[in-house]
């Protein structure tokens, strides 16, 4: 991992990507579909988005490596700390939080300027749909199942990054499926706070309630859970 700053850049620069590209795939879902005539096959939306996810994973998964381990989501990043995986410390996660969020928030304007009026209304972030505790309770559950799921795979799952990508992807748009009934949902919190503050919702309780600090706490104890159950693969040092 690259120093404390140039991480945090490095973050801000791929969440800005993420955040500018995930918020339409649920339209690039539909042109697919439509282009293919069966916008009305329910499975067959479910299909594509888990492809699109997949496609875009693995050239972010790309993109995160040629900027020395960045990322766009700091509940992973909590979780692989709390779990004891990586270089970080509480001082580089203060610096790259922050650079995530901001990250997002320039990816999230972004794409609002650069897609059609037309389409505007298929793009977006998460929004609370039940009670705010109802709805904090499903996005901390929800955090802790898919950085769970992630360490697994990351860590104790196949070697294969393709597949790797690949089973990320379907748990993704299982977990987003389920959730979409709650919060969205959005399992990563400068996703969240990037559309919040397209909405002008970024500075209030309900919003860091939901989709902070309950992720945190999920993310956290995903993390303490792998640790205690799992040990960690070994690290491999590069022969001179």
Known sequence: MKGPIKIAIADMVI????????????????????????QTVRWASIVIITVVFFVFLSIFNIIGGFLGGASFDPAATTAFYAAGSGADTLISMALRFPAQAAGAVGGALAIMEAIPEQYKH???GPSVKVDTHTGAFAEGVLTFAITFIVLLIMLRGPQSEIFKTWFLSIVIVALVTFGSAYTGPSMNPAFAFGWAYVYNQHDTWDHFYVYWIC?????????????????????????T
């Open 215 to 239: 992720p945190f706490i999920g993310a956290t104890l995903a993390g303490w859970v792998f640790r205690k159950f799992f040990s960690l693969p070994p690290v491999k040092v590069k022969k």
């Open 15 to 38: 969440s800005f990507m993420w955040v500018f590209c995930s918020s339409a795939f649920g339209l690039l879902t539909y042109l697919i579909a439509t282009a293919a005539g069966v």
């Open 122 to 124: 298929m793009i977006g």
